[in-house]
């Protein structure tokens, strides 16, 4: 018997010394749509409580169940490098000011700011992506802690691992400017930069009660954004930036621009879904 297994390992060892590179070749990986594309997390489907649990934020009430199917995203907010490369590439007309963009973001890892929605979404389509809805971001920045008030949990006082923000101390020796991407710690998803360095703009128009009649399955946001005394409508913003008080870094945090804005402050990242 013992005979007998030693002659089937043999021949199992001389199959194994028959396989040339042209048959390893053959061999492709199961399921390759599923695998995450370059530069992108898998975000599970699953269903969070959206909004705020413990700060009263008025605009993130009510805390309210939403259902996604399963995306990627971008595991880092997209860097000039990238941004300059679409545009060598699609020959799309940025009216923005380098300079302004060299003053915060001043090499190709740092995040691309000055960009308006526009300017976002022509990039998303460009790379085949699109811009996360604001339920998509929310969710995605929780890494899937549970009523948590960060990407990382509850305590403030290990922002710094985690988040680029106003002031310095612990990792953040970036005080004047954004930092380059990925420089911190990142969320259970391996998502960098949730929190702070650039603000990420979101697809949704904004709106401050919306989350009283939105729908629970896939959200898309309100039809059109909500109108100010100072005008509007606006597009969400979400993450907080360089140049946030913690607060702002709250995954629930609800901020809004207009979509032809520019700021030192304003960045996005991409999201896609997955294969049918
Ligand atoms: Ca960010």
Not at 136 to 164: M, Q, T
Request: charged share 20%; net charge negative; hydrophobic share 40%.
């Amino acid at each position: 018997m013992v005979q007998r297994s030693v002659v089937v390992l043999l021949v199992i060892m001389v199959a194994f010394i028959g396989c040339g590179d042209d048959e390893l070749e053959k061999v492709k990986p199961k399921n390759v749509g599923d695998l995450p594309p370059l530069g992108m997390a898998l975000i599970p489907v699953g269903s969070f409580g959206m909004g705020d649990y413990l700060d009263n934020m008025d605009r993130a009430l009510p805390v309210h169940t939403v259902e996604l199917d399963a995306f990627y995203m971008d595991v880092n907010e997209v860097t000039v490098g990238q941004f300059r490369e679409f545009i060598q590439q699609s020959g799309y007309n940025y009216e923005g000011n380098w300079l302004n963009v060299d003053k915060y973001s001043p090499t190709v890892d740092h995040p691309m700011i000055y960009v308006t929605w526009y300017d976002a979404v022509a990039y998303a389509k460009w790379a085949g992506k699109r811009l996360p809805t604001e339920a998509e971001w929310e969710y995605a920045a929780r890494g899937g802690l549970i009523g948590k008030r960060y990407p990382w949990a509850d305590a403030e006082s290990v922002a710094r691992k985690y988040a680029n923000y106003h002031g310095i101390g612990g990792k953040d020796r970036w005080d004047k400017s954004a930092a380059p991407v990925g420089r911190f710690k990142p969320n259970g998803y391996g998502l960098y930069d949730m929190a702070g360095n650039v603000w990420e703009l979101c697809a949704d128009w904004y709106n401050g009660t919306y989350y009283s009649n939105s729908p629970t399955k896939n959200p898309l946001g309100p039809d059109t954004g909500q109108l100010f005394d100072w005008g509007g409508p606006c597009r969400v913003l979400r993450g907080g930036s360089w140049y946030s008080v913690a607060s702002a870094l709250h995954v629930a945090f609800r901020a809004f621009l207009t979509p032809d804005d520019r700021h030192y402050f304003t960045g996005f990242r991409c999201v896609v879904g997955l294969p049918e």
